[in-house]
């Protein structure tokens, strides 16, 4: 399932990649449904990458929890990003079974105003026959919402800070 967000920010483009690579941040971040069990980065000439494993603790309706069996959910987030110009790629996987349960999009980090505005579009994958587009449509708005989540925080880190 195709999924667009745009949020911004009041900080220039290379303060919001700080941020949103900042280990630190990811620790402290409260996201609903989601216990951060790893966080991990590092920077290189042309990229840094951020990777951020969780375990999902929520409510799982009856069709989630049919597909997983008694495996727990364990999600695996990774974010690549140039910081010359701002764009990346956000990947996302069940742990257990990313081949039925995954995800990529596109990241881009403008200029806008003084301030920076971000762009993710891509698309959620649940390659399960006859449920898929189902579970798809019931896991996209908890994504997008975490990405709301995770902007307005970093926005206030980076007005306060």
């Not at 375990?55 to 799982?60: E, K, S």
């Not at 009856?62 to 956000?90: F, I, K, M, Y």
């Not at 881009?108 to 698309?123: E, F, I, Q, S």
Request: proline share 6%; no cysteine; hydrophobic share 40%.
């Amino acid at each position: 399932m195709h999924f667009t967000v745009e949020h911004r920010f009041a900080a220039p483009v290379d303060a919001v990649i700080a941020g949103l690579t900042d280990p630190a941040f990811h620790r402290d971040l409260q996201l609903p449904d989601m216990k951060l069990l790893d966080v991990d980065a590092r920077t290189d000439r042309a990229e840094t990458v951020l990777r951020l494993r969780y375990d999902f603790v929520g409510h799982l309706d009856p069709l989630a929890r049919r597909l997983l069996g008694n495996r727990r959910l364990t999600w695996v987030q990774e974010l690549r990003l140039d910081p010359g110009s701002g764009a990346g790629r956000l990947t996302f996987e069940a742990e257990a079974d990313p081949s039925r349960l995954h995800g990529q999009a596109d990241v881009a980090l403008k200029p806008d105003n003084g301030g920076t505005r971000r762009t993710v579009g891509g698309d959620l994958v649940v390659a399960v026959p006859v449920v898929g587009g189902t579970a798809e449509r019931r896991i996209v708005p908890g994504l997008l919402r975490r990405l709301d989540i995770e902007a307005a925080a970093l926005d206030r880190r980076l007005r306060s800070g």
